[in-house]
């Protein structure tokens, strides 16, 4: 082989193999550090699936779960999934991806933005946001948007009982429904009109739950209970009830929470009765726990909790992890006592939600 051709064909060989390390270190898996490959794990017999999912996690970077597609490592049908690896940033998993790729796939949620706002941890917030900024405004979108700044209740119509198109899926069909209602329920506040409420009729929305939640709205805006009757006899109990509920909690007053009593009878052991104890009880205890989560006062959550009450275990342990959780202060996670791990699990919600 002439000294020429020899040189050439060295050359040729060296060019080849940086195209094969090239390929090689570029890859996904190598840019990620994915050397090592379990075989079982978070997403099934998916092992380069399950690598991302674990170094998602290890870094903190949700852009690692983008990796995880389909038909790699392995994977069977859904099993590798990035919305269930982004679930672990406090994304909705179920439907995360679909709803960055089109707001008209978001299932129950008005938009893409709204899931965003409701990511529980930061970092997923951020990345959250930093996807939505890539994604382009859909037609639907930009009518939605259209409607809820106009002043005429009609333009809500347009997005979901005046729409003729016969291919829109199930999803689609949920997501404008909520659109519209949402969209004619603003201009009732708007306009503190009742009329307006009466526009969400059962036989166009198949419930006339909407019509009882615009009367409810109407009559907290307004302070004015006896607006809830108004809507029908079987709603007219709830909405009273959810008016002192959401009264109690924008006046931060837990004694308008609905309230019960508890008789505590302890005996001798002839039968005869030594000790006759009445205590009171939240009954409501959602409106409880909002007020403590807002007052950050951990005496409100020994009072909902009626094992608490009884049987010493402390504070109602999901009261007291929501104020931690809105402080983001681990110290409050220490006043419940380690019955089922409670006390680790609220530490442990806090690092996910900050980190």
């Not at 997923?124 to 409607?147: D, S, V």
């Not at 009329?195 to 307004?222: F, M, R, V």
């Not at 302890?266 to 939240?282: A, D, H, P």
Request: hydrophobic fraction near 30%; proline fraction near 3%.
């Amino acid at each position: 082989m002439k000294p020429f051709q020899k040189a050439l064909t060295i050359l040729a060989i060296i060019l080849a193999c940086l195209i094969i390390l090239t390929i090689i270190f570029n890859t996904p898996i190598k840019k990620v550090g994915c050397e090592v490959m379990p075989k079982d794990g978070f997403m099934g017999d998916c092992p380069e699936a399950n690598c991302y999912y674990k170094l998602a996690l290890d870094k903190k970077d949700p852009h690692i779960c983008e990796l995880i597609q389909p038909g790699r490592g392995g994977a069977k049908g859904s099993c590798a999934n990035p919305s269930r690896c982004l679930g672990k940033f406090g994304l909705p998993y179920m439907y995360v991806e679909a709803c960055f790729k089109n707001s008209d796939h978001c299932y129950s949620d008005v938009n893409a933005a709204e899931m965003c706002s409701e990511a529980k941890t930061e970092t997923g917030k951020t990345y959250c946001y930093e996807r939505l900024e890539e994604k382009q405004e859909t037609p639907k979108e930009k009518i939605y948007k259209q409607a809820l700044t106009s002043s005429n209740v009609n333009d809500c119509f347009a997005i979901y009982t005046q729409q003729t198109e016969m291919k829109r899926t199930q999803i689609e069909w949920s997501t404008d429904k909520i659109r519209e209602i949402n969209c004619v329920t603003k201009k009732a506040l708007e306009k503190n009109s009742i009329e307006t409420c009466n526009l969400l009729t059962p036989t166009k929305y198949g419930s006339n739950d909407y019509i009882h939640n615009c009367i409810l709205q109407l009559a907290i805006n307004n302070n004015n209970e006896s607006m809830c009757k108004l809507t029908d006899a079987f709603h007219t109990e709830y909405c009273e009830r959810d008016f002192t509920w959401a009264k109690a909690i924008t006046e931060l007053d837990v004694e308008q929470c609905p309230k019960k009593n508890l008789t505590l009878i302890k005996k001798n052991e002839f039968g005869g009765i030594i000790q006759n104890t009445t205590i009171e009880l939240i009954e409501k205890t959602t409106c409880a726990m909002e007020i403590a989560k807002k007052t950050r006062d951990v005496t409100i959550c020994k009072r909902m909790n009626r094992e608490g009450e009884i049987s010493g275990y402390g504070p109602s342990q999901d009261c007291v992890v929501n104020i931690a959780l809105e402080t983001e202060d681990k110290t409050y996670c220490d006043l419940i006592d380690d019955f089922h791990f409670y006390k680790k699990l609220c530490k442990q919600k806090i690092n996910e939600k900050i980190n």
